[in-house]
């Protein structure tokens, strides 16, 4: 086993409790108070990178990226928590993450970097991420990169890999709640992960020093990068009607709840 | 004009899936409302019985990748095969269902083709002669309208959301259409429930999401999982409902806590977890809000059964709230199913 080379993309999202709305902004579509609001690295990338740090440390000669693209200031202080999870370089692109750019040029702009990255033997490569994001929700972003670097064996719902020799065994997502079990004779390939199978790791303020102390500057020195929705017109952008007429029922018999239950189900 | 292909692949037994049916039905309707023919695109190891069931479709010409190499779910193959089949229908509008497998390979094959995907679509219309999209944005809270410029354009259509195609069959004359099916994977098979241990149904009726509450302690101050497991696999089984679960009561398992043996993460619904599509959803000690509203965005009716009148996520949110226990309510329910 040589070792993988494992490229995460993932970038931040607003925290899912936050109330969000769509807004007309100067360069198209955005939220309200975009830049106001708190954010998290998105939740599917992020149990990406808890799995690539895991399997990094399982095989020797492995390593992990973060590819990050954002607005910075936002990545930096997201990346403050994220980097106390698990070791890894990071590589920051200044650019919008909201959930209205084209999930083409995201990649374009991803696959770039990655292209850059020193060191990186793309022999080895493992590419990372959420199987969609929380924002724009494709599900296309990590295909299109996989298809700018050349990779054809690509893996989406990923819930568990299994190094087995140069390659690993991979279990997909489908539907009814059922898994399609495939092996990949080795790297490189493209991985988007769904949950995983490993819970979120405690933080460690150790790692956070070592990660921060060489990525700090990957944030500072991070080019700008526009993307936007190049070819796509949005005729409207609107939030569904959500408030329903809600019947409260208290002070009832069980007996009398269970039956107008059963009525509706079977009605 | 479009050109417009309807793109699909067969299941193990050589049927359509209902997903491709209701992608078929969006197609021909789309195509009459644009004033256009269309074309079928098929992958499968033999796609004789599909071809034939949806033979009479109205669709102009049948294209086929088909042979062993692309019996299976992978995404070389189903990539390469989907660029063939644009490419020989030299379409413009490939309208295809959210199945996971063309889920999977679609975004890629558009990139290949020198289109642009769309996914994940749960409608279509047509607007002074353009296509008009809707999908949805930051899982499911907001959702837009849109068209875009670049072809060949890949739109996935969703479950659940297009009436499924009903028609005639035939016996089409089908274009065999070559792909490369180079590949370094191999499918070694799928990995799914016994049928009795099933607990995931998209086509069920009824969605019955059970929450953190099942797990905590009870009136007399212990904790009942052991109940709770044999009420909810009761109602399960009588109901033929599809179960979904919140991310707390799934995430309870990785805190060490005592949790329900039969949920893992393909349960969960809401902002890490699937938007299910059902015409009834029962949510039983839930408390969470958004990330749950989030999860039920596509279940037509709702109602729930717990403890706090005030609960942020039933109140006018669920349609009918019922406040009481919900291990009592829920075995007077399996009594009467049962009865």
């Known amino acids: 086993m040589s070792g993988f080379h494992i490229v995460v993309c993932g970038s931040i999202v607003p925290d899912p409790l936050q109330t969000l709305e769509p807004m007309q902004g100067p360069t198209g579509w955005a939220l309200k108070n975009e830049m106001m609001l708190p954010a998290v690295l998105d939740p599917w990338a992020g149990h990406a990178l808890y799995e690539a740090a895991n399997l990094a440390a399982n095989v020797p000669n492995s390593k992990v990226w973060l590819v990050s693209l954002g607005p910075k200031a936002k990545l930096q202080q997201v990346m403050m928590s994220v980097a106390q999870k698990a070791p890894f370089d990071l590589v920051v692109l200044d650019g919008p993450a909201g959930g209205f750019t084209e999930a083409f040029e995201t990649a374009q702009a991803l696959a770039g970097a990655i292209e850059g990255i020193d060191g990186l033997d793309k022999s080895k490569l493992l590419l990372f991420g959420g199987w969609q994001s929380a924002s724009r929700g494709a599900s296309a972003t990590l295909q299109i990169v996989g298809e700018l670097l050349g990779i054809t064996d690509q893996f989406q719902g990923v819930d568990k890999i299994t190094p087995e020799g140069d390659g690993f065994t991979v279990l997909e997502r489908i539907e009814g709640g059922a898994y399609l079990e495939s092996s990949c004779a080795g790297a490189p390939a493209v991985l988007g992960w769904a949950t995983g199978s490993l819970p979120e790791p405690p933080n460690n303020p150790q790692i956070g020093m070592q990660n921060m102390q060489k990525n700090m500057p990957a944030i500072q020195r991070a080019p700008a990068t526009a993307v936007a929705a190049e070819g796509v017109d949005f005729k409207s952008v609107e939030l569904p009607k959500q408030v329903r007429e809600t019947r409260i029922v208290k002070d009832t018999p069980a007996q009398d709840i269970a039956k107008e239950l059963v009525d509706w189900i079977r009605g | ?339």
């Not at chain 2, 039905?25 to 992958?43: E, H, Y």
């Not at chain 2, 102009?60 to 992978?74: I, L, T, W």
């Not at chain 2, 875009?148 to 259409?177: D, N």
């Open chain 2, 1 to 339: 004009m479009e050109t417009l292909l309807y793109l699909a692949h067969t299941e193990a037994d050589g049927s359509l899936s209902k997903t491709a049916l209701e992608a078929l039905g969006a197609a021909a309707s789309l195509a009459s409302d644009l004033g256009a023919g269309f074309s079928v695109g098929l992958i499968g190891e033999d796609v004789t019985q599909a071809a034939n069931a949806i033979g009479g479709c109205g669709a102009e010409k049948f294209f086929a990748v088909s042979g062993p190499d692309f019996g299976q779910s992978r995404y070389s193959t189903d990539t390469a095969a989907a660029v063939a089949l644009i490419q020989a229908a030299s379409a413009t509008l490939v309208l295809a269902p959210a199945t996971s497998r063309l889920a999977r390979s679609l975004p890629g094959a558009a990139q290949r083709a020198g289109g642009r995907a769309d996914t994940q679509v749960t409608a279509l219309a047509v607007d002074s002669g353009s296509v008009v999209a809707t999908r949805w944005y930051y899982r499911q809270r907001m959702f837009s309208n849109m068209t875009r410029s670049q072809r060949p354009w890949v739109i996935t259509l969703s479950p659940g959301c297009f009436p499924a195609w009903e028609g005639e069959a035939g016996s089409p004359s089908v274009e065999a259409v070559s792909a490369d099916a180079a590949t370094n994977t191999t499918v070694k098979g799928v990995l799914a429930p016994s049928a009795d241990e099933q607990t995931i149904r998209p086509d069920a009726e009824m969605l019955f999401v059970a929450g953190a509450g099942w797990t905590k302690k009870q009136a007399d101050g212990q904790t009942n999982v052991g109940g709770a497991e044999k009420l909810i696999l009761g109602f399960l089984d009588q109901a033929k409902a599809s179960l979904g679960s919140s991310k707390s009561l799934v995430d309870l398992g990785g805190e060490g806590q005592e949790v329900l043996s039969f949920l893992s993460h393909l349960h969960q619904v809401g902002q890490t977890g699937s938007t299910p599509r059902h015409a009834k959803g029962l949510a039983t000690c839930c408390h969470g809000e958004e990330p749950h509203v989030v999860g039920w965005r596509f279940i037509t009716e709702r109602r729930a059964v717990n403890l706090d009148e005030g609960c942020g996520w039933a109140q006018g949110k669920a349609d009918v709230l019922y406040v009481a226990d919900a291990f009592e309510v829920m075995t007077k329910v399996n009594e009467l199913l049962g009865s």
